[in-house]
Antibody, heavy 120, light 107 residues
Framework: VQLLESGGGLVQPGGSLRVSCAVS????????MSWVRQAPGRGLEWVST????????NYAASVRGRFTISKDISKNTLFLQMDSLRVEDTAVYYC??????????????WGQGTLVSVSS | DIQLTQSPSFLSASVGDRVTITCRAT??????LAWYQQKPGGAPNLLIS???TLQSGVPSRFSGSGSGTEFTLTVSRLQPEDFATYYC?????????FGGGTKVEIK
């Protein structure tokens, strides 16, 4: 299993950025996926999840209405479109596989992360 | 929304010590809880799911227990490679949430 994020970088407040996560080693269409972020020196914060079917998504209140999670099964790629970016969105963004097995749910495989910096 | 509170937030211990970290939820999350280890500069690593299921490849000195609103992660004999930050996460309902983390440092 490999998860490889890309697309991070420096953006001004109010700007947009799309980060991607190329996955391999498992059936991408069969798993839910999440984005989790970590601001510099801070703890982990769940951002968003998309279910395997792609028809159900959920967002943290801090990003709802500004961020959009999506997936392209044909390209084995997960996306996070980030609009109206704020300084407080500065963080390493991790792509994570989300396993949902009967009563056992967890994030098992994590990418190496991509840094998004929002600053003027 | 479900909040998770970890304690302590910082722990100083010696190699060979037994350490216990607690994670408390603001409402019943049954056993929908996972524990992760994160080392500086690295991504989190899943240790335990469903409150007590040890993941493949994780040393048996790690164990988890609890249900409902109170959970614990125990390291029976701390090894040098165990000095890291530990997080709990609940999967009972969205928004998914993490505890604030417990940093385990060498005494």
């Amino acid at each position: 299993v490999q998860l490889l994020e890309s697309g991070g970088g420096l953006v001004q407040p109010g700007g947009s950025l799309r980060v991607s996560c190329a996955v391999s080693g498992f059936s991408f269409s069969a798993y839910a996926m999440s984005w989790v972020r970590q601001a510099p020196g801070r703890g982990l914060e769940w951002v968003s999840t998309i279910f395997a079917s792609g028809d159900y998504t959920n967002y943290a209140a801090s990003v709802r209405g500004r961020f959009t999670i999506s997936k392209d099964i044909s390209k084995n790629t997960l996306f996070l479109q980030m609009d109206s970016l704020r300084v407080e969105d500065t963080a390493v963004y991790y792509c994570v596989r989300y396993v949902r097995e009967s009563a056992n749910y967890y994030h098992d495989f994590w990418g190496q992360g991509t840094l998004v910096s929002v600053s003027s | 929304d479900i909040q998770l509170t970890q304690s302590p937030s910082f722990l100083s211990a010696s190699v060979g010590d037994r350490v216990t970290i607690t994670c408390r939820a603001t409402q019943d999350i049954h056993r929908y809880l996972a524990w992760y280890q994160q080392k500086p500069g690295g991504a989190p690593n899943l240790l335990i799911s469903a409150a007590s299921t040890l993941q493949s490849g994780v040393p048996s000195r790690f164990s988890g227990s609890g249900s409902g609103t109170e959970f614990t992660l125990t390291v029976s004999r701390l090894q040098p490679e165990d000095f890291a930050t530990y997080y709990c996460q609940q999967f009972k309902s969205f928004p998914l949430s993490f505890g604030g983390g417990t940093k385990v440092e060498i005494k």
